[in-house]
């Protein structure tokens, strides 16, 4: 009886006002976090969106354009040190770029993202490893060897990245090129280009 009356009671807060109040308190808190976070990055153009949680390391080292739109749980890193290495890591993202929930982006070389990019959830982009992947770090504890990135990864405009997908160091995307959903993308893509698989291969052209 008292949980019946318990969930009328609760029912209440299900309708569209409090649907509307609560969304309306939620913007408000993501607004006011996005205006703390700014302080964190090299160079902010316009008024960045953050949706709460962010974490981000190494802000002084990133720069963002304008309209950009970031879902929760962003994982922003861009290492100036690890170890004994020190590194002059850069991430650009250019304008109207639209990360979604649970992106993760790692940096200790350069990671550019041109303009008007989608980003769907869960994608992770590097431009590094731990270690070499070769025999004489093989009885090294992975968290332990050193970074080393293989070439800088470069995100053309236009791009549209799917779900699950992992864009792997020293890769260029084309302009306007599509990543289908959990790809891992370990060679340059071709502008318009779709691809799809692991590793990820050219399924066809849109030009």
């Known amino acids: 009886m008292r949980k019946k009356i318990l969930y009328s009671v609760l029912s209440i ?34 008024y960045p969106f953050f949706c709460y949680p962010a974490h981000i390391w190494g802000g002084e080292f990133v720069s963002i354009g304008n309209n950009f739109f970031s ?20 991430i650009s993202i250019g304008d109207n770029v639209t990360l979604n929930d649970f992106c993760h982006i790692a940096c200790i070389n350069q990671v550019i993202i041109g303009n008007n990019v989608l980003v769907a959830s869960r994608v992770f982009i590097t431009d590094h490893f731990h270690g070499k992947i070769d025999a004489l770090e093989k009885d090294i504890s992975p968290s332990d060897r050193n970074l080393y990135s293989k070439g800088p990864v470069i995100i053309h405009d236009n791009v549209w990245i799917g779900e699950g997908v992992v864009v792997m160091p020293g890769v260029t995307i084309g302009k306007g090129a599509i990543i289908g ?15 799809g698989g692991n590793p990820a291969k050219v399924i066809k052209s849109i030009l």
């Open 181 to 195: 959903a959990n790809a891992v993308v370990t060679r340059d893509v071709p502008a318009y280009a779709v691809v």
């Open 71 to 90: 879902n929760g749980h962003l994982r922003m890193e861009a290492v100036g040190y690890f170890k004994n290495d020190s590194f002059t890591p850069e």
């Open 13 to 46: 807060f299900s309708l569209p006002i409090f649907q509307r109040i609560s969304t309306y308190i939620k913007y408000l808190r993501n607004l006011l976090y996005s205006a703390r976070l700014c302080g964190r990055f090299k160079h902010i153009q316009g």
